[in-house]
């Protein structure tokens, strides 16, 4: 019976070996963009690689997901998700955006599947597999990047999806009720001298889908005849950026979005005017509070002009919570693979900013979700690239599958220490409810008050 220890060195072994194609995967993956519940050919890419290493798997969860199975040799034991994201951003003049959707990975999913696959591959070599108990469950899901509201929201009003989140429809879809533990990584580009980092946590956020109706007339002409639309959006953002000596600190606010659509043509008063819009922060409860702060700014705009306000409040996303065992498990693996000083762990309070739907996830069952270093440029511009995918790919896919070797070796006995210390936030029961309870449709008419 081989040692720990020796797993994990046959694992990492495993994965060097495919490291070229690990890495040709990810690179494929970037060169073919697509946003997030449309990643049809990416889901096709993960579909052939899972047939390839002959994992059992379904497909199209929540339009594109993809969810193997591959059990320890050890007998029964806890189910351990590997998560990798199928989906890009939308980045215009990205060198590798695609040129009739502007989609490009922007922010580093393609490597999460090449590591999530490079995981599968460590722990299913014949020296490993047959001494893990309980199940690894490779994971590819759609959609974390929140965007293309309005697409998505005709996705939902056609029956196909009610979550505009990858995570969230899965959880709903009832396809994370049989995982016990949930792990993955993500590249970043801010690490400093740092190869990986681990803690924190990260905003939660309700997105907003703002419509201002005027009444259209000619410019020039007759303006008087007319609601001009944009300036009831002007007005409103105004009143946005008027009360932010109400965000707390501690708060983490961030409240951002764009225009979509400004009118029809120049010479015309606008009358159909339209926002993406999202408001953040550290807490639910803060979420909520000045998520209402916002629809008061629009209702507001569109009471100056007297146009109407029509305001989709759309269920974002939850604060990430770490669970403080896998953090432990993977701060060892990580300073085991890399010099200890080039990992970095981050208190329960050091806030990124940006949002993901792992915190819904972590909210439920017990997660990770630490960072690589490997790229370079701003997170979600044009100039975010992978530049070192050894690091970007190859590392944390060694430094999950010593985890999960961890976790799942000797009876399992890492895992139902993790699972039985957990304490979720919420059931699923009580998660769906809380998201659905934030969805509504706010209607104001300024002209009527």
Same mark, same amino acid.
């Given at each position: 019976?081989?040692?720990?220890?020796?797993?994990?060195?046959?694992?990492?072994?495993?994965?060097?070996?495919?490291?070229?194609?690990?890495?040709?995967v990810?690179?494929?993956?970037?060169?073919?963009?697509?946003?997030?519940?449309?990643?049809?050919?990416?889901?096709?890419?993960?579909?052939?690689?899972?047939?390839?290493?002959?994992?059992?798997?379904?497909?199209?969860?929540?339009?594109?997901?993809?969810?193997?199975?591959?059990?320890?040799?050890a007998?029964?034991?806890?189910?351990?998700?590997?998560?990798?994201?199928?989906?890009?951003?939308?980045?215009?003049?990205?060198?590798?955006?695609?040129?009739?959707?502007?989609?490009?990975?922007?922010?580093?999913?393609?490597?999460?599947?090449?590591?999530?696959?490079? =995981? %599968?591959?460590?722990?299913? *070599?014949?020296?490993? +597999?047959?001494?893990?108990?309980?199940?690894?469950? !490779?994971? #590819? &899901?759609?959609?974390?990047?929140?965007?293309?509201?309005?697409?998505?929201?005709?996705?939902?009003?056609?029956?196909?999806?009610?979550?505009?989140?990858?995570k969230?429809?899965?959880?709903?879809?009832?396809?994370?009720?049989?995982?016990?533990?949930?792990?993955?990584?993500?590249?970043?580009?801010?690490?400093?001298?740092?190869?990986?980092?681990?803690?924190?946590?990260?905003?939660?956020?309700?997105?907003?889908?703002?419509?201002?109706?005027?009444?259209?007339?000619?410019?020039?002409?007759?303006?008087?005849?007319?609601?001009?639309?944009?300036?009831?959006?002007?007005?409103?953002?105004?009143?946005?950026?008027?009360?932010?000596?109400l965000?707390?600190?501690?708060?983490?606010?961030?409240?951002?979005?764009?225009?979509?659509?400004?009118g029809? =043509? %120049?010479?015309s008063?606008? *009358?159909?005017?339209? +926002?993406?819009?999202?408001?953040?922060?550290g807490? !639910?409860? #803060? &979420?909520?509070?000045?998520?209402?702060?916002?629809?008061?700014?629009?209702?507001?705009?569109?009471?100056?002009?007297?146009?109407s306000?029509?305001?989709t409040?759309?269920?974002?996303?939850?604060?990430?919570?770490?669970?403080?065992?896998?953090?432990?498990?993977?701060?060892?693996?990580?300073?085991?693979?890399?010099?200890?000083?080039?990992?970095?762990?981050?208190?329960?309070?050091?806030?990124?900013?940006?949002?993901?739907?792992?915190?819904d996830?972590?909210?439920?069952?017990?997660?990770?979700?630490?960072?690589?270093?490997?790229?370079?440029?701003?997170?979600?511009?044009?100039?975010?690239?992978?530049?070192?995918?050894h690091?970007?790919?190859?590392?944390?896919?060694?430094?999950?599958?010593?985890?999960?070797?961890?976790?799942?070796?000797?009876?399992?006995e890492?895992?139902?220490?993790?699972?039985?210390?957990?304490?979720?936030?919420?059931?699923?029961?009580?998660y769906?409810?809380?998201?659905?309870?934030?969805?509504?449709?706010?209607?104001?008419?300024?002209?009527?008050?």
């Amino acid at each position: 019976m081989a040692t720990r220890e020796e797993l994990k060195q046959a694992a990492c072994a495993a994965i060097e070996r495919h490291s070229d194609d690990l890495i040709a995967v990810a690179k494929d993956i970037l060169a073919n963009p697509e946003p997030g519940y449309s990643e049809y050919r990416t889901a096709r890419v993960v579909a052939e690689q899972f047939a390839k290493l002959g994992v059992p798997f379904r497909a199209n969860l929540a339009l594109t997901g993809l969810k193997g199975s591959i059990k320890g040799g050890a007998g029964a034991g806890p189910r351990v998700a590997i998560i990798g994201e199928l989906d890009s951003l939308i980045v215009d003049g990205h060198p590798f955006a695609a040129d009739a959707t502007r989609a490009a990975h922007a922010c580093g999913h393609h490597c999460q599947i090449g590591m999530m696959l490079g =995981a %599968v591959i460590g722990l299913s *070599s014949s020296e490993v +597999l047959p001494e893990l108990s309980g199940e690894i469950v !490779p994971f #590819a &899901v759609p959609a974390e990047e929140f965007i293309e509201v309005a697409r998505r929201l005709d996705l939902r009003e056609s029956g196909k999806i009610e979550f505009l989140g990858g995570k969230q429809e899965l959880i709903k879809l009832g396809e994370f009720d049989d995982v016990d533990i949930a792990m993955m990584c993500h590249t970043a580009s801010d690490m400093g001298s740092h190869a990986f980092a681990m803690g924190g946590t990260s905003n939660g956020h309700v997105v907003k889908y703002v419509r201002f109706i005027g009444r259209a007339a000619h410019a020039g002409s007759s303006p008087h005849l007319g609601i001009n639309a944009l300036n009831a959006a002007n007005f409103a953002l105004q009143a946005v950026n008027a009360n932010r000596e109400l965000y707390r600190e501690q708060d983490t606010v961030r409240i951002h979005g764009i225009m979509t659509y400004g009118g029809q =043509a %120049v010479n015309s008063v606008p *009358s159909d005017v339209r +926002l993406e819009w999202r408001v953040r922060s550290g807490t !639910p409860e #803060a &979420v909520v509070r000045y998520s209402d702060i916002v629809d008061r700014c629009f209702r507001s705009g569109a009471l100056a002009v007297g146009a109407s306000v029509s305001i989709t409040n759309i269920p974002g996303y939850l604060p990430m919570r770490h669970d403080q065992n896998l953090l432990d498990v993977f701060r060892v693996n990580a300073k085991g693979l890399l010099q200890e000083n080039r990992v970095l762990m981050m208190p329960p309070t050091r806030n990124r900013g940006g949002s993901t739907d792992m915190g819904d996830l972590s909210h439920i069952i017990p997660s990770i979700h630490p960072y690589t270093a490997g790229a370079e440029g701003p997170g979600h511009s044009s100039e975010y690239l992978i530049t070192d995918y050894h690091q970007a790919v190859v590392n944390p896919a060694k430094i999950m599958a010593m985890s999960v070797i961890d976790l799942l070796s000797d009876n399992a006995e890492g895992a139902r220490r993790v699972t039985t210390s957990f304490r979720p936030a919420m059931s699923k029961g009580s998660y769906l409810n809380f998201q659905r309870q934030r969805a509504e449709v706010i209607e104001f008419d300024g002209a009527a008050t």
